[in-house]
């Protein structure tokens, strides 16, 4: 069974950091492309970020593009998000996602985790 | 960036009618669209890729359609575990500045 599972999130002042983490498991991590997506308190889903198979090729949305970086390590199944910077608008439950390579031009998302709540506040 | 429109923004219906969803694109992007249930506390859920093809274990029920600018989602005969957010993906730009949709909230 294909698992994900976020950890890392909490509270953090304005300008602050934190490193979101995505364990894998039940699948061949290598094999994908992974993203962050995420969803502000009321608001709909946004794309943050994705990263290919091998970590050589990684896209952010404009809005963090500088401050965030998204990485992986294959040999530990897991996915990552640093955020630096952080700001009262980058309040947000954090999903990792699974490129489900049928998509014709681009990534669409076959699984996801349960997500982890980042609170940007003073 | 390729900015995705959906209407209504909440859909009112009863368990056993059918419920159309609508998705706009402010630029054609071909058949490139994802649709997604999204329950409170539960991760999304793909059920519509490439416009019209229902990903693995979705019901007929089911179904999408469009291409270019305008796509929509059809319910058919709606049941109660279907009452949820719909979102829509485009996946077209590249490089990837994949966006979502508002969201449509579908409710009893």
């Known amino acids: 069974e294909v698992q994900l599972v976020e950890s890392g999130g909490g509270l953090v002042q304005p300008g602050g950091s934190l490193r979101l983490s995505c364990a894998a498991s039940g699948f061949t991590l290598s094999s994908y492309w992974m993203s962050w997506v995420r969803q502000a308190p009321g608001k709909g889903l946004e794309w943050v970020a994705n990263i290919k198979q091998d970590g050589s090729e990684k896209y952010y949305v404009d809005s963090v593009k500088g401050r965030f970086t998204i990485s992986r390590d294959n040999a530990k199944n897991s996915l990552y998000l640093q955020m630096n910077s952080l700001r009262a608008e980058d309040t947000a439950v954090y999903y990792c996602a699974r490129d489900a390579g049928i998509c014709s031009a681009g990534s669409c998302y076959d699984n996801w985790g349960q997500g982890s709540l980042v609170t940007v506040s003073s | 960036e390729i900015v995705m429109t959906q209407s209504p923004p909440t859909l009112s219906v009863s368990p056993g009618e059918r419920a159309t969803l609508s998705c706009r694109a402010s630029?054609?992007?071909?058949?490139?669209l994802a649709w997604y249930q999204h329950k409170p506390g539960q991760a999304p859920r793909l059920l519509i890729y490439d416009a019209s093809t229902r990903a693995t274990g979705i019901p007929a029920r089911f179904s999408g359609s469009g291409s270019g600018t305008e796509f929509t989602l059809t319910i058919s005969s709606l049941q109660s575990e279907d009452f949820a957010v719909y979102y829509c993906?485009?996946?077209?730009?590249?490089?990837?500045?994949?966006?979502f949709g508002q969201g449509t909230k579908l409710e009893i």
């Open positions: 630029q054609s992007i071909s058949g490139n």
């Open positions: 993906q485009q996946y077209n730009s590249w490089p990837p500045k994949y966006t």
